[in-house]
């Protein structure tokens, strides 16, 4: 039996198979982009570790891109049929459990169980960080906040990856609304590691929320060198950035990033085209609709769309279509959709957020790009207290609540616009955009 750098037991054949899994957790812990070349050498050093085996379907299935799933199921198939389970220490086998559960489409339970482990062993990194994910990617915003806050007392500043911990809670406790509390923790997180990319992105978040896009710009370029090259956050947080410069007004800076960071070159992630989806989105819900940029996105969706996998990701499959003018491409992205919540397990988690909230959306996406707002409206108004069942942040799944303002205000349904952007402005009352939107209906 040995112990990693946090004091979890692991059935590890070699002191080197532990190394390299503390290495790759350090990486994990940090966003750093080698994280999956790390884990594949922690799997090469010991073929039989489990937490190395979990590790590689965690990063896999988390990173909601089908197309890394199917050869990691097959090398976790193998390493389980020459394992025996009973011989695990308890919690490596609730990570084995999870990462099945994962692997089976069943996001829901294996958060229980990762939230399960860190009951048990609350300085399990790999749990925590996993499990954060899921919360995230489920929408589940109490337990983003409460899973790490419960493990924190079991963590003392003198841990190395103290800060990381920190700047998950500081993410958790954004998405709760705690937003000062979390910009606290946040550049806390950061003067005890100033590499730490998820409390940076933690505290950009909390400036988001209260319309601050002069702080976060200023936020972004002092912590440039930590963000900015070989972390998995770089784009998103370009994106970040952009949003910033567009309740600034400044659409062309912002078109500037998109062309030389976010736009399509090749190599481009899932998570980078929904970046890019995003942002020409929300300029194109203010005018800016440039069909050249559209179709080179679009372009990119069909391969990633063979297999469904992720709701949030379809939806911004869906505006790509819309935006190029692809309404075919769209309609049978929907029509399969529909296919597969109608055959679908009932424990597989993204076919109820499919069925729920990523179908609707992405049918209000397709009538609002035909002008039917009406029909946008009637779609989305049931969802505006529901769109986080299909994961994302607030600041991501704005860009639905935007298309719904934008939709009942060009269908004349004044008095639901009002009392959407009522809202907005009530809680957020220095961002410029809202402050527009009142004004146009104030004026009308």
């Keep these: 039996m040995r112990l990693d750098q946090h004091g979890v037991p692991l059935t590890a054949a070699t ?3 532990v190394d390299e899994l503390d290495r790759a957790v350090d990486s994990l812990l940090h966003f750093r982009s080698d994280v999956g070349d790390l884990a594949e050498r922690v799997v090469a050093e010991d073929p039989t570790l489990p937490l190395g085996n ?13 197309a890394y799933v199917p050869v990691v199921a097959d090398q976790f198939a193998k390493f389980q049929s020459v394992v025996d389970a009973t011989a695990l220490t308890p919690g490596e086998q609730v990570h084995v459990r999870a990462a099945t559960r994962l692997l089976e489409g069943d996001l829901a339970e294996a958060g229980r169980l990762l939230a399960d482990l860190s009951t048990a062993q609350p300085r399990d990194a790999i749990a925590l960080a996993f499990g954060h994910q899921i919360d995230f990617l489920t929408g589940n915003a109490v337990s983003l906040r409460d899973r790490v806050g419960a493990a924190l007392p079991a963590w003392s500043e003198s841990d ?32 005890l590691d100033s590499t730490d990319v998820w409390s940076i992105h933690a505290v950009g978040h909390t400036h988001e929320m209260r319309a601050r896009f002069s702080d976060g710009i200023a936020l972004f370029d002092r912590r440039r060198d930590a963000w900015d090259t070989g972390n998995l956050l770089r784009g998103h947080i370009w994106w970040h950035y952009c ?20 736009a399509p070159n090749g190599s481009e992630t899932l998570r980078d085209v929904v970046n890019a989806a995003s942002l020409l989105w929300r300029l194109y819900l203010d005018g800016t609709h440039d069909v050249p940029r559209w179709q080179a996105l679009a372009q990119t969706w069909p391969s990633r769309m063979t297999i469904p996998f992720s709701a ?60 039917r707002y009406a029909e946008a409206v009637d779609l989305l108004w049931p969802l505006r ?13 704005d860009v639905v609540q935007r298309t719904l303002v934008e939709a009942a205000v060009r269908a004349g349904r004044t008095d639901q616009a009002r009392l959407l952007v009522g809202e907005r402005v009530s809680l957020r009352p220095d961002s410029p955009y809202n402050q527009l939107k009142l004004s146009q209906l104030t004026t009308d």
């Design 160 to 191: 190395p990856h103290y800060a990381n911990l920190l700047g998950m809670y500081a993410f958790g406790l954004e998405e709760c609304g705690h937003w000062e509390k979390a910009e606290q923790v946040g550049l806390h997180a950061m003067a």
């Design 243 to 262: 949003l910033f410069l567009l309740e600034a007004g400044q659409h062309e800076q912002a078109l500037t990033i998109y062309d030389t960071v976010l």
């Design 15 to 17: 002191a080197a198979a």
């Design 54 to 66: 979990a590790l590689r379907v965690y990063l896999a299935v988390l990173s909601t891109d089908p």
């Design 312 to 371: 949030f990701n379809d939806m911004h499959a869906v505006m790509c279509y819309v935006g190029a003018g692809e309404d075919k491409a769209a309609e049978q992205l929907i029509a399969d959709r529909r296919r597969y919540v109608g055959d679908a397990p009932g424990h597989v988690t993204n076919a109820a957020m499919t069925a729920h909230v990523g179908l609707p959306v992405c049918e209000a996406l397709l009538a609002f790009g035909r002008g």
């Design 385 to 397: 207290r529901r769109v986080h069942e299909f994961g994302g942040s607030h600041a991501q799944r």
